[in-house]
């Protein structure tokens, strides 16, 4: 929950998350082969993390996407992010989670140019999110996993989304994760803007 200070306006930078993976560098090395090494294809917003210019393809029960963007560095445990469209095209029911909560979720098969990767768990829906640092928060009236919405006017079209989890570290950057369904609801893309404000904006826009 939200804490009891409501959050101040401030505009908050997004990025749209295409469906990517992370892996551990076990399974770098199983489909790409031995001793292989991502290698970065662009930096991302959030220190230390970057889209590498390594795609692999993902196999589920009904269909198939290729070029899917690994993104590193290495992790302790593999995980597939898709948005709903891309579980429809592979017959996937992901729940919604938080990047790194993998228990019950269904798995998928991962084939890179050296070898096949076949997961018993680990593909979710990413929950929308903003990263922010501690002393964001701090100035933002917010905490680590506060719920707060964001608001969108495009082109005369105003959108809120709601129950977005408040992820702050000092390691992190000031900015909103949405997946590709949800920037393309709102006609956003990465780079735009969003107003943080208070649950009850929604009862009334104009105060925007």
């Known amino acids: 929950m939200r804490s009891s200070t409501k959050p101040l306006p401030a505009l908050i930078p997004i990025a749209i998350s295409a469906r990517h993976v992370h892996l551990t560098q076990r399974s770098v090395e199983q489909l790409f082969?031995?001793?292989y090494e991502l290698s970065v294809h662009a930096p991302l917003r959030q220190p230390g993390q970057y889209a590498a210019n390594e795609?692999?393809?993902?196999?589920?029960?009904?269909?198939?996407?290729?070029k899917v963007r690994v993104v590193g560095p290495p992790r302790s445990e593999d995980q597939v992010e898709l948005a709903r469209t891309d579980e429809i095209i592979l017959g996937v029911d992901a729940p919604l989670r938080e990047s790194g909560d993998l228990k019950d979720t269904p798995g998928i098969c991962i084939t890179?140019?050296?070898g096949k990767v076949t997961l018993d768990h680990g593909v979710i829906c990413a929950l929308r999110h903003i990263h922010m640092s501690?002393?964001?928060?701090?100035?933002?009236?917010?905490k680590d996993q506060d719920r707060v919405a964001v608001a969108v006017i495009r082109n005369n079209r105003r959108t809120i989304f709601g129950d977005v989890i408040v992820r702050a570290s000092p390691a992190f950057r000031l900015e909103l994760h949405l997946d590709t369904d949800e920037g393309n609801a709102a006609g956003l893309i990465s780079g735009?803007?969003?107003?943080l404000t208070d649950l009850s904006i929604g009862a009334n826009l104009d105060k925007i």
């Open 192 to 195: 735009d803007e969003v107003m």
């Open 33 to 35: 082969g031995t001793g």
């Open 134 to 142: 501690v002393t964001d928060a701090e100035v933002l009236g917010l």
């Open 55 to 66: 795609t692999v393809s993902l196999t589920g029960p009904r269909g198939h996407l290729t």
């Open 112 to 114: 890179g140019p050296a």
